[in-house]
């Protein structure tokens, strides 16, 4: 079954997928998209957008948001992160993404197994972004958005290495941090165990 098939076989129309970008990083916001997309559309290429190079994301990111009958996407921020938790400003950040929408769905595909507290109805898909056409078209837009900002990013603090891992914990992440330091959009929270590791004796 093809992920637009899946999506047919709901019969739930406008039927809207939602998913997220950047939950495990140490750096930067949490980024989450909400699509409704035509029933009779069918954007060849769009899956999973871990599994896509950035080239065919930003192909897709185009595409998708010309044909969609509404998207939204939106951020928690850093802060909102480290005072919520990121379960938390992940679930914000879909809520807020719903609520840019200019058609409200009959039904909200998540990916995962939770859903934030919203008007509509709705299910949890695990592997949503495998399955579904509507979440996939979602996750594409979420990672997008989200890796465009972090390159915003690396222009203001180039030493960290923005650019290359979009904030998650590599080696070379962690070197920067233990020469630099933090920077205002790291996530005090993810980095407790480095913060005592180097708190002085």
Request: net charge neutral; charged share 20%.
């Amino acid at each position: 079954m093809s992920l637009y098939d899946f999506d047919r076989a709901l019969q739930t129309a406008p039927l809207c997928g939602v998913d997220e970008a950047g939950r495990g990083p140490l750096a930067g916001p949490v980024c989450a998209a909400a699509v409704v997309l035509p029933e009779n559309c069918a954007i060849e290429g769009v899956g999973d957008s871990k599994k896509l190079s950035a080239k065919k994301r930003e192909q897709l990111y185009d595409e998708i948001t010309a044909q969609a009958l509404t998207y939204g996407i939106a951020f928690a921020s850093v802060e909102e992160i480290d005072t919520l938790n990121i379960l938390n400003a992940t679930m914000l950040a879909m809520q807020r993404a719903v609520q840019q929408l200019s058609v409200p769905p009959k039904l909200i595909l998540a990916d995962g197994n939770r859903t934030p507290d919203w008007p509509h109805p709705s299910r949890c898909l695990v592997g949503g972004d495998g399955r579904s056409a509507c979440v996939a078209a979602a996750s594409i837009l979420a990672k997008v958005t989200r890796d465009r900002l972090m390159m915003e990013l690396d222009e203001t603090y180039p030493q960290y290495g923005f650019c290359r891992h979009k904030g998650y914990g590599t080696k070379a992440h962690y070197a920067a941090l233990d020469e630099f330091g933090p920077s205002p959009v790291h996530r005090r929270s993810f980095l407790r165990k480095w913060s005592m590791a180097h708190e002085q004796p």
